[in-house]
C-alpha cells in the first residue's frame, strides 16, 4: 500500500510539473520572449520592442510587438516582430525572428552616424563603364540597405548630373529616381539618431562635407 501511495504521488507531481511549464511557456511567448518548444532552439532575438532597424528597402522601422501571431493558419511555435514603418503609418510587416532571409539590421548610432559623414569626401562614387548596366548598379547597391552605398549613389549622380548639365543634356529619369531613393534611405538613417528631421540632417551633411572640401 505504502509504495502503491509512492507512485500515486510521484505521478501527481510529475503532471504539476508538466503544467507549470507549460504555464511559464505560455508567459514566456504573451511576453514576447523565446518559444520554449522543441523546435525554438534556433530562434534568436536580437531586438526589443521600441527598437529602431532598417528592414530592407523599407527604410526605417520600429519594432512594435514580438510573440506568436493569432491566427489559425499560422504556426503558433514561431516567433514574429511585428514592424511599422517609422515615418508613415498605416503599414504592418511580420518578420519571422528566426528567419535568414530578411534583411533587418540596427538603425546605426549616432557615433557611426558622425563617422560616415566624415568621412563622405573620402568615399568613391561607382565605377559603371557600361552604361547600359547603370541602373541595375543603382539598384543592387539599393538592395545592400547599407548607408555607404547610398552615398556612393548620390556621388555617382551628383557627378553625372553636373557632367550632363554642362554638355546641354536632361538628367535621365533613371538619375533622378535613384538619387532621391538613395537620399531618402539614407536621411531618414541618419535623422533618428541625432534625433533630427530628414532635412535637417541633409542640410547638416551637405554643410559639413562643404567644410570638409573647401
Not at 507549470?20 to 523546435?39: A, C, F, P, T, V
Not at 519594432?63 to 503599414?91: F, H, M, Q, R, W
Not at 562614387?125 to 549613389?153: F, N, Q, S, T
Not at 543634356?169 to 534625433?195: I, N, Q, W
Request: charged letters at 30%; aromatic letters at 8%; hydrophobic letters at 35%.
Amino acid at each position: 500500500m505504502l509504495k502503491l501511495n509512492y507512485q500515486v504521488y510521484a505521478l501527481i507531481s510529475i503532471e504539476k510539473l508538466m503544467n507549470d511549464l507549460d504555464d511559464e511557456k505560455n508567459k514566456w511567448i504573451e511576453n514576447g520572449g523565446k518559444d520554449m518548444s522543441d523546435n525554438s532552439e534556433s530562434v534568436d532575438r536580437k531586438f526589443n520592442i521600441g527598437d529602431l532597424v532598417i528592414y530592407g528597402n523599407n527604410g526605417v522601422c520600429v519594432i512594435k510587438a514580438c510573440g506568436s501571431l493569432d491566427s489559425a493558419s499560422v504556426n503558433k511555435d514561431i516567433l514574429y516582430y511585428t514592424i511599422e514603418p517609422y515615418y508613415s503609418k498605416g503599414t504592418t510587416y511580420y518578420i519571422p525572428v528566426n528567419s535568414h532571409n530578411v534583411m533587418l539590421r540596427p538603425v546605426v548610432t549616432k557615433e557611426e552616424a558622425m563617422q560616415l559623414i566624415n568621412e563622405i569626401a573620402e568615399i568613391e562614387e561607382l565605377w559603371i563603364p557600361d552604361e547600359k548596366r547603370r541602373e541595375y548598379e543603382y539598384r543592387e547597391a539599393v538592395k545592400k540597405c547599407d548607408c555607404r552605398e547610398l552615398v556612393k549613389i548620390i556621388k555617382t549622380i551628383c557627378i553625372r548630373k553636373q557632367s550632363r548639365i554642362a554638355q546641354g543634356k536632361k538628367v535621365t529619369a533613371g538619375d533622378e529616381r535613384y538619387f532621391k531613393l538613395a537620399e531618402d534611405y539614407l536621411y531618414g538613417e541618419l535623422a533618428v539618431s541625432p534625433d533630427m528631421t530628414r532635412e535637417e540632417t541633409k542640410d547638416f551633411v551637405i554643410q559639413k562635407v562643404s567644410e570638409m572640401v573647401e
